[in-house]
T-cell receptor, first 113, second 108 residues
Framework: EAQVTQNPRYLITVTGKKLTVTCSQN?????MSWYRQDPGLGLRQIYY???????DKGDVPEGYKVSRKEKRNFPLILESPSPNQTSLYFC????????????FGPGTRLTVT | SQQGEEDPQALSIQEGENATMNCSYK?????LQWYRQNSGRGLVHLIL?????REKHSGRLRVTLDTSKKSSSLLITASRAADTASYFC????????FGAGTRLTVKP
């Protein structure tokens, strides 16, 4: 089944404790991205990647890191999480790029205390 | 930053009625997409309309685009309880921008 998977789905952590949210897609998509969703603000893009080893900042990259060592994986790293990073995070992928239909993962609900 | 703004923010209708949601945006676009999100889940792509298209249909969905007014509408006909979800428009012009969504409730 064609899909985008994220792990973990739920995470509660404390300020400053490094964490990684994994994202994987099995559709051989070139483009992958991370969004955060907060009430009233819609989805805001954190980082995106047009291809392996190519990543770029989105609208809200501060406090986040990403890497794209393999085409299928695009992990999101929070080196030192803070409470303002409490949010619902989505990974998405598309075949060719940002203009295309995006396929979203199920989301990761992160709480930083 | 948001580009599209959905209107209304929330809509409640009875099963069988039609639901219309609107999206307005500020700058020119290459395409506009509509997505559905069931509570707390990932977004699901519904339909993409290009800037040179005026109307598209997919099953019970009808999307219109008026580039002169910088607006789009999503019509869901003969709504069902399963259509209860949030609906987002996303505009693309070098970047993709999502609106804050319309929360649709369809009462059985």
């Amino acid at each position: 089944e064609a899909q985008v998977t994220q792990n973990p789905r739920y995470l509660i952590t404390v300020t400053g404790k490094k964490l990684t949210v994994t994202c994987s897609q099995n559709m051989n998509h070139e483009y992958m991205s991370w969004y955060r969703q907060d009430p009233g603000l819609g989805l805001r893009q954190i980082y995106y990647s047009m291809n392996v080893e190519v990543t770029d900042k989105g609208d809200v990259p501060e406090g986040y890191k990403v890497s794209r060592k393999e085409k299928r994986n695009f992990p999101l790293i929070l080196e030192s999480p803070s409470p303002n990073q409490t949010s619902l995070y989505f990974c998405a992928s598309s075949l060719r790029g940002r203009a295309d239909e995006q396929y979203f993962g199920p989301g990761t609900r992160l709480t930083v205390t | 930053s948001q580009q599209g703004e959905e209107d209304p923010q929330a809509l409640s209708i009875q099963e069988g009625e039609n639901a219309t949601m609107n999206c307005s945006y500020k700058t020119s676009i290459n395409n506009l997409q509509w997505y559905r999100q069931n509570s707390g889940r990932g977004l699901v792509h519904l339909i993409l309309i290009r800037s040179n298209e005026r109307e598209k249909h997919s099953g019970r969905l009808r999307v219109t685009l008026d580039t002169s007014k910088k607006s789009s509408s999503l019509l869901i006909t003969a709504s069902r309880a399963a259509d209860t979800a949030s609906y987002f428009c996303a505009t693309y012009n070098n970047d993709m921008r999502f609106g804050a969504g319309t929360r649709l409730t369809v009462k059985p």
